[in-house]
């Protein structure tokens, strides 16, 4: 069974940048991480979790419209992981940030599927990201 490790979060001004990093392990980690598409999501206190960034088997990616232009999400199927390169930050931005991976999926996704909970199988036990205003 494949586990996933978030890393990377922390306290920043607004303005500053962050990068989170996801790594899959377990046995069957590399090829069920390369057959896959990963995943960003965020819950901040009091509100639903929310799709922030997906990357495809392709690496075709796909953003929530309040990130596009200040998140890059981007992954390494040969280290098993996926990053989120955060810039711009905001206050709203303050969550916690969890990584997913689908089950095996077909080479090319859309953003109706990676923004769909239920598209995936494995999640991350997440990492707290705060913006100070």
């Known amino acids: 069974q494949v586990q996933l490790e978030e890393s990377g979060g922390g306290l920043v001004q607004a303005g500053g940048s962050l990068r989170l990093s996801c790594v899959a392990s377990?046995?069957?980690?590399?090829?069920?991480?390369?057959?896959?598409?990963m995943s960003w999501f965020r819950q901040a206190p009091g509100k639903e979790r929310e799709f922030v960034a997906g990357?495809?088997?392709?690496?075709?990616?796909f953003y929530a419209d309040s990130v596009k232009g200040r998140f890059t999400i981007s992954r390494d199927n040969a280290k098993n992981t996926v990053a989120l390169q955060m810039t711009s930050l905001k206050p709203d931005d303050s969550a916690v940030y969890y990584c997913?991976?689908?089950?095996?999926?077909?080479?090319?996704?859309?953003?109706?599927?990676?923004?769909?909970?239920?598209?995936?199988?494995?999640w991350g036990q997440g990492t707290q990201v705060t913006v100070s205003s």
């Open positions: 377990g046995r069957t980690s590399n090829r069920a991480f390369s057959e896959a598409a």
């Open positions: 990357i495809d088997r392709s690496g075709g990616t």
């Open positions: 997913a991976k689908t089950r095996r999926v077909a080479f090319f996704a859309n953003i109706n599927y990676l923004s769909s909970e239920n598209s995936y199988e494995t």
